[in-house]
């Protein structure tokens, strides 16, 4: 048993730090690919949420227009009702009058209650008009409404999907990660963190094959290899800069 090892850090070896490194790097590039997988999904059903909300909203508006135009409207008709009890009223009295300046006066307000049924029946053509456009533009956006909500309905199940089916082994992944973190060097583990960042497909470490760096491909000189496979140093590629490990570690890691 090494029981000197129990508790003590500064015991762990090279070989064990390169280890521990090459599999951060598996579990993070496990990560890295059930995020690949989910890909524009998680924006697209975000956007989609966002584009539903604000037509909603412009819906509502829409129908509050609509009410307003027909207050106005039946406030139109009311005028107009009121302009012909008028009329009726002045046109009895027409029979009962004496002289010539009643009669005039008389036919001035029948005149003038005419006038205003006229715009009474204008605005109430203009706001029957206007209740025609909004209900048009309310139908094209419940139209695209609908297909909005087709299309989130579609995506959401989608997501959940794949989200359903790597869940559990993200978060099994992210903790290895985090656990795995700890025990690199922190020098190190920096230094992993911004070469994954460079590189395109967040190949960090690296094994050696067919005698080259598995993350540019350039050849490595055989004394390098040779150093690699003895795990005793870090290496790191001198082409790219990724950390280049023993092919070996591929079956120390399950
Ligand atoms: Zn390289």
Do not use: W
Not at 36 to 59: A, K, M, N
Not at 63 to 80: D, F, G, P
Not at 116 to 137: C, N, P, R, S, Y
Request: aromatic share 4%.
């Amino acid at each position: 048993m090494a029981e000197g090892k129990q508790g003590n850090t500064k015991e762990i070896t090279i070989e064990e730090r390169l280890l521990a490194l090459f599999r951060l790097q598996k579990a993070d590039s496990k990560i890295d690919n059930i995020q690949f997988l989910r890909g524009e999904l998680p924006f697209e059903v975000s956007d989609l949420e966002d584009e539903i909300t604000g037509l909603e909203t412009r819906i509502k508006n829409y129908k509050e227009e609509v009410t307003v135009l027909k207050k106005s409207i039946t406030a139109e008709k009311n005028r107009v009702s009121d302009s012909k009890g008028k009329i009726k009223e002045y046109e009895v009295k027409l029979n009962e009058i004496r002289n010539n300046r009643e009669f005039d006066s008389l036919n001035k307000e029948i005149e003038y209650q005419g006038l205003e049924i006229e715009l009474a029946d204008k605005h109430i053509k203009e706001f029957t008009k206007a209740i025609d456009v909004k209900k048009v533009q309310i139908t094209e956006a419940e139209t695209v409404l609908g297909d909005k909500k087709e299309d989130l309905t579609v995506r959401k199940s989608e997501l959940e999907q794949i989200v359903g089916e790597t869940q559990n082994e993200e978060v099994d992944l992210k903790k290895l990660s985090d656990d795995l973190s700890l025990v690199i060097e922190p020098r190190l583990l920096q230094a992993y963190l911004r070469i994954r960042k460079s590189v395109r497909n967040g190949l960090a470490v690296v094994k050696v094959e067919r005698e080259a760096c598995g993350g540019c491909f350039n050849k490595i000189p055989p004394q390098r290899q040779l150093e690699i496979a003895q795990r005793r140093k870090v290496i790191v590629c001198e082409h790219c800069g990724r950390v280049l490990v023993d092919k070996g570690f591929e079956d120390e890691v399950v």
